[in-house]
């Protein structure tokens, strides 16, 4: 073989040579990022997430348990009877007593979740009153002082002591996100119906407890936000109700996990749009 053949044939071999170490170094490069794009596409995990509704027995609070089950969070949810609240354990969620208005009750659960971290508290409980609107709600003439208080209790002050007991769970968290379930009836600029004076005075209370608390010193770090859900078909929206709470509530938790300083202290309707106080 002539040196000139030879020269030819040893550049060839060192040509292939650096070819292929190129082609492996492509490939593993590519391989790395298949790799990193994967693991961005994995949903993210929320086993280690804790979210406690109030009220989730039935209706909005047992879907969205349903909801937060299915995502991976740790779900605490609370009933007045939990041992009616079938539906509820059947999710998988931690079923816990609490009536909102009863100060024992919320002591109780603050006691037997002392040391655990609460990620999400969705004050969710409420009363609309003795008469839904299928059945014609009292206007002045026959408004009681006992619906008045009953909605007080319930739908304003519930919330804010319950949001008081478990502050300490809520300090143990990291970005801790505090959800108070409001109305757009509560909305002084919407509307009147002149009927369901408890229910409307009572949420439109429990925007100001939102206001007041998203500038309360000893809730620094904690996102604070009043949310509309919509008028759903449930026991409390009736048939009436115009959205389906399955879709609805999966737009609530996605703005839930979603939300950010630029939410807090406000009122906010279920598909993530502002609403007027």
């Known amino acids: 073989m002539s040196i000139a053949a030879n020269c030819t044939m040893m550049f060839t071999q060192r040509t292939l040579s650096t070819s292929s170490i190129l082609i492996l170094s492509l490939l593993v490069l590519l391989g790395s990022m298949s790799s990193t794009w994967a693991e961005e596409a994995e949903p993210a995990s929320h086993k280690n997430s804790r979210v406690l509704i109030t009220g989730a027995n039935r209706g909005l609070g047992l879907e969205m348990a349903k909801q937060f089950v299915a995502k991976g969070y740790q779900v605490i949810g ?6 009616q609240a079938v539906a509820l354990k059947q999710t998988g969620a931690t079923v816990m007593k609490l009536d909102v208005t009863s100060e024992a009750d919320i002591a109780a659960l603050a006691k037997a979740l002392e040391g655990e971290k609460i990620d999400i508290l969705i004050n969710n409980a409420g009363y609309f009153g ?6 014609n709600p009292e206007n002045l003439a026959k408004l ?17 002591f319950v949001t008081q007991a478990l502050l300490p769970n809520l300090k143990l968290a990291e970005d801790a996100k505090v959800v108070h379930i409001s109305t757009r009836a509560s909305i002084l600029s919407k509307g009147t119906s002149g009927t369901a004076y408890g229910y409307r005075v009572s949420k439109t209370a429990l925007n100001m407890v939102t206001r007041t608390m998203s500038g309360d010193q000893a809730m620094k770090g904690i996102l604070v936000v009043a949310i509309a859900p919509g008028h759903n078909k449930t026991h409390m929206g009736t048939e009436r109700g115009k959205l ?29 749009s502002r609403l007027p106080w």
């Open 78 to 83: 609370t009933a007045r009877k939990p041992e």
């Open 130 to 135: 003795p008469k839904l609107m299928t059945e």
């Open 144 to 160: 009681t002082r006992q619906e008045m208080e009953l909605c007080y209790r319930v739908n304003t002050l519930g919330p804010l």
């Open 244 to 272: 389906d709470p399955q879709q609805s509530m999966a737009q609530v938790i996605d703005l839930i996990e979603n939300l950010t300083r630029k939410h807090h202290g406000g009122l906010w309707y279920y598909d993530g």
